[in-house]
């Protein structure tokens, strides 16, 4: 990851990054995940249907993705928890060796407790060159604090390194400046500066309520004669860029945000499975159904029938249950 713009200092980063809360914004979305706490929840009888589903001849998909895709993360731990108490074996290891492929990866990140998954994705955002730069700003700029304070420690004991390390070894420029403040203020969020034009910049995104921001937004608009984007665009390039148009889209939009990303990953040649688990996996109690209503909005077309026509194979079940329903 490598990035041309103006380096900025980071004192002054982490001074904007210290007064805003934007991920508090994104967590009021709390109530409206797709994924729900399963009313009748029966421990033991989850731990014997998956102890069925890997025990016969063959592996049955659709019972565990059933089990899996109607419990909460939490219930899904109790599962973990009673299936090692049960059969001394591990639950993740033994569904890892009846799968492969897609429906293994999206098994075992429904079957981490959160912060492990944001912890891992964020280690393949910043060890894999070909991930793109904006993952990394999607789990920094968009869990709340105490999620992301424990995404880090966890990060640091799994890997035996601090992400911020990661970061300086990975990253360069602005784009490192901007990761590391995100990394250390879990407030989550950034604007570039210097001691020019962006020097106001910095006056007016310190400001705490990011319903103002978004005014700011449509003032800058209305003065200049051109969306904020633009200026972004033609000031900086390469990561530097792609973070902050990723970060003005959440500030505008959360929902939206994730509905864009989504129809990217389904856009490609081949969808980018890795971004439609973390994202469907990640918002499924959260703010699923927002995004669901910004997808079809703004695409004319329900993220559950894209989903259909686009994911092939044992993966698509699961990534459709997540989803839970089309939306008319």
Not at 14 to 38: D, V
Not at 295 to 318: E, H, M, N, T, W
């Amino acid at each position: 990851m490598s990035v041309s713009s103006q380096k900025t200092g980071p004192s002054l980063t982490q001074e904007i990054l210290s007064h805003l809360g934007l991920a508090n914004k994104t967590a009021a979305w709390g109530t409206l995940g797709t994924l729900r706490t399963f009313l009748s929840f029966s421990v033991d009888k989850d731990v014997q249907r998956l102890l069925r589903a890997i025990a016969g001849r063959g592996v049955d998909h659709s019972a565990i993705v059933d089990v899996l895709t109607n419990r909460s993360r939490e219930q899904r731990q109790l599962i973990s928890r009673a299936f090692q108490e049960r059969t001394q074996q591990d639950l993740l290891k033994s569904l890892q060796a009846a799968l492969s492929g897609n429906p293994e990866r999206i098994v075992v990140a429904l079957l981490q407790p959160a912060a492990h998954f944001d912890a891992w994705e964020l280690r393949t955002a910043l060890k894999d060159s070909g991930s793109p730069e904006d993952v990394a700003v999607e789990i920094l700029a968009t869990r709340t604090p105490p999620q992301l304070k424990e995404c880090l420690a966890v990060y640091k004991h799994n890997f035996q390194v601090e992400a911020k390390e990661d970061i300086k070894s990975k990253t360069s420029g602005f784009f490192q400046d901007l990761l590391l403040a995100l990394a250390k203020d879990v407030q989550a969020l950034m604007w570039p500066a210097g001691r020019s034009t962006e020097s106001t910049w910095v006056l007016v995104f310190t400001q705490r309520n990011p319903e103002h921001l978004i005014r700011v937004l449509d003032q800058y608009q209305r003065y200049t004669g051109h969306g904020f984007e633009k200026t972004v665009r033609d000031r900086l390039h390469g990561a530097a860029q792609v973070a902050l148009l990723s970060l003005a889209s959440v500030i505008r939009n959360t929902p939206l945000y994730f509905a864009d990303k989504l129809q990217q990953a389904l856009q490609e040649t081949e969808p980018n499975y890795q971004d439609l688990m973390r994202i469907l996996i990640s918002r499924s109690e959260t703010d699923l159904l927002s995004i669901r209503a910004e997808f079809k909005k703004k695409f004319g077309k329900s993220l559950y029938s894209s989903l259909q026509d686009a994911v092939k194979g044992d993966c698509r079940s699961a990534l459709l249950a997540l989803c839970r329903a089309e939306d008319l």
